[in-house]
């Protein structure tokens, strides 16, 4: 009996995946639950596994090609594995460096590895479960004194910079694939910036009384919750606070009809790497301060091993991007289109402010928000991170705003 391999149901903001890579080929044996082939899309990688055993009989898209949900993959011969175990082939005397197909590594360093010529199980992950980039090109570095580089091979076309000789291998130059997802990502920013009247509009916040209470509460908050009490949890709930007075803010605009949205699926842009992805805490108004941070944790840690699931990344009310985590003093953010506002967070520093008449150092962050002056005026942004301002800056406030 046939079995066929077919791309899983997508989220409703994903609409097609690509093959990155085909796990199995043809003739292989295939065990229940055996991963078959890994799905890139443009938020996170899927794994499509085997629903029976048998043995891969075709494969109808090879690694590269452009999938929907629903699409065969390929077909699972289930009588052949049912009447006689396929024999394997023998292993090749090079077996110790053959590369197994369980290895588990990131696309980008799957592609970095191809095109050097490196045999991906030969590489150790640094974190002992998957290899990144940062191994791929740590190991490349240590191979590259018994590696002689090629001689660059003129090219016959004519020179097209001044003049100067142009090689079609540069040993200078390196020239890679942009991955689907940052593919991706670069086309949603582009919509975004052309499908929004964006503006920007900037505020700065005293962070002294947050600070003493996470100094305060750290330790007894850390052994209660088994996690930090981070500024995230604070900024989520003084967001909530002034969607709440501003309801614009966490609307979107459906055609000629502005929908708001009366619930709070606030979305945390981490930094991953292949790009940066958005996942959303659900019904953040309705979670606690140790609630939003174990979320938070749950998903950097999922992020950093690849395990986010595509059910984190749909929707999303509002979002809340930290580049003060990588030192940023200063941005602005892009709005996370359908949404209409975006929160930039910013590095915490001591500067001299005037406080009753007197110049006192203070640690202070600059907030950024952008958003689309379609449907929001200058006075309601202005006023929603003013809002935002007053609960950070008396985060008692929160209990009751938040």
Same mark, same amino acid.
């Given at each position: 009996?046939?079995?066929?391999?077919?791309?899983?149901?997508?989220?409703?903001?994903?609409?097609?995946?690509?093959?990155?890579?085909?796990?199995?080929?043809?003739?292989?044996?295939?065990?229940?639950?055996?991963?078959?082939?890994?799905?890139?899309?443009?938020?996170?990688?899927?794994?499509?596994?085997?629903?029976?055993?048998?043995?891969?009989?075709?494969?109808?898209?090879?690694? *590269?090609?452009? !999938? /929907?949900?629903?699409? +065969?993959?390929?077909? @699972?011969?289930?009588? =052949?594995? &049912?009447?006689?175990?396929? #024999?394997?082939?023998?292993?090749?005397?090079?077996?110790?460096?053959?590369?197994?197909?369980?290895?588990?590594?990131?696309?980008?360093?799957?592609?970095?590895?191809?095109?050097?010529?490196?045999?991906?199980?030969?590489?150790?992950?640094?974190? *002992?479960?998957? !290899? /990144?980039?940062?191994? +791929?090109?740590?190991? @490349?570095?240590?191979? =590259?004194? &018994?590696?002689?580089?090629? #001689?660059?091979?003129?090219?016959?076309?004519?020179?097209?910079?001044?003049?100067?000789?142009?090689?079609?291998?540069?040993?200078?130059?390196?020239?890679?694939?942009?991955?689907?997802?940052?593919?991706?990502?670069?086309?949603?920013?582009?919509?975004?910036?052309?499908?929004?009247?964006?503006?920007?509009?900037?505020?700065?916040?005293?962070?002294?009384?947050?600070?003493?209470?996470? #100094?305060?509460?750290?330790?007894?908050?850390?052994?209660?919750?088994?996690?930090?009490?981070?500024?995230?949890?604070?900024?989520?709930?003084?967001?909530?606070?002034?969607?709440?007075?501003?309801?614009?803010?966490?609307?979107?605009?459906?055609?000629?009809?502005?929908?708001?949205?009366?619930?709070?699926?606030?979305?945390?842009?981490?930094?991953?790497?292949?790009?940066?992805?958005?996942?959303?805490?659900?019904?953040?108004?309705?979670?606690?301060?140790?609630?939003?941070?174990?979320?938070?944790?749950?998903?950097?840690?999922?992020?950093?091993?690849?395990?986010?699931?595509?059910?984190?990344?749909?929707?999303?009310?509002?979002?809340?991007?930290?580049?003060?985590?990588?030192?940023?003093?200063?941005?602005?953010?892009?709005?996370?289109?359908?949404?209409?506002?975006?929160?930039?967070?910013?590095?915490?520093?001591?500067?001299?402010?005037?406080?009753?008449?007197?110049?006192?150092?203070?640690?202070?962050?600059?907030?950024?928000?952008?958003?689309?002056?379609?449907?929001?005026?200058?006075?309601?942004?202005?006023?929603?991170?003013?809002?935002?301002?007053?609960?950070?800056?008396?985060?008692?406030?929160?209990?009751?705003?938040?």
């Amino acid at each position: 009996m046939a079995f066929n391999i077919v791309v899983p149901p997508l989220s409703e903001s994903v609409v097609d995946a690509t093959i990155s890579e085909w796990l199995k080929k043809v003739g292989d044996s295939v065990k229940t639950g055996d991963v078959l082939v890994v799905l890139e899309t443009d938020k996170v990688n899927l794994e499509v596994t085997a629903e029976s055993g048998g043995v891969l009989k075709s494969i109808a898209h090879p690694e *590269g090609d452009d !999938v /929907k949900a629903g699409e +065969v993959l390929g077909v @699972i011969d289930g009588v =052949a594995s &049912a009447t006689a175990p396929v #024999a394997t082939a023998p292993a090749p005397a090079d077996s110790a460096s053959a590369p197994s197909a369980e290895t588990k590594a990131s696309p980008v360093a799957k592609r970095i590895a191809e095109a050097n010529d490196v045999n991906i199980a030969q590489v150790p992950a640094a974190d *002992g479960n998957r !290899v /990144k980039k940062a191994d +791929v090109e740590q190991f @490349i570095n240590k191979q =590259a004194p &018994a590696v002689s580089a090629p #001689a660059p091979v003129a090219s016959s076309a004519p020179a097209s910079n001044g003049g100067l000789s142009v090689f079609e291998n540069n040993p200078r130059e390196e020239r890679a694939k942009m991955s689907r997802r940052r593919r991706t990502i670069a086309q949603n920013l582009l919509n975004a910036t052309q499908s929004t009247a964006m503006l920007t509009t900037f505020n700065e916040i005293d962070m002294g009384k947050v600070m003493e209470v996470r #100094a305060r509460r750290k330790e007894s908050f850390q052994k209660k919750f088994n996690v930090g009490l981070g500024f995230s949890s604070f900024f989520v709930k003084a967001s909530i606070g002034a969607l709440k007075a501003f309801p614009l803010l966490n609307a979107e605009i459906d055609g000629d009809f502005i929908v708001k949205k009366n619930y709070y699926d606030i979305g945390m842009a981490i930094g991953a790497e292949e790009g940066l992805v958005v996942p959303v805490l659900r019904n953040a108004d309705r979670m606690s301060f140790a609630e939003i941070e174990l979320k938070i944790k749950e998903y950097a840690e999922q992020v950093r091993n690849g395990s986010l699931g595509l059910e984190a990344l749909v929707g999303g009310t509002f979002t809340i991007t930290n580049g003060g985590v990588f030192g940023s003093l200063m941005s602005t953010p892009i709005v996370n289109y359908p949404q209409v506002a975006i929160l930039g967070l910013h590095a915490i520093k001591d500067r001299p402010v005037v406080v009753n008449g007197e110049i006192v150092i203070r640690p202070m962050m600059y907030v950024a928000m952008s958003y689309d002056h379609r449907i929001v005026d200058g006075r309601e942004a202005v006023q929603f991170v003013v809002a935002i301002k007053n609960l950070i800056e008396d985060p008692e406030n929160l209990l009751l705003e938040g």
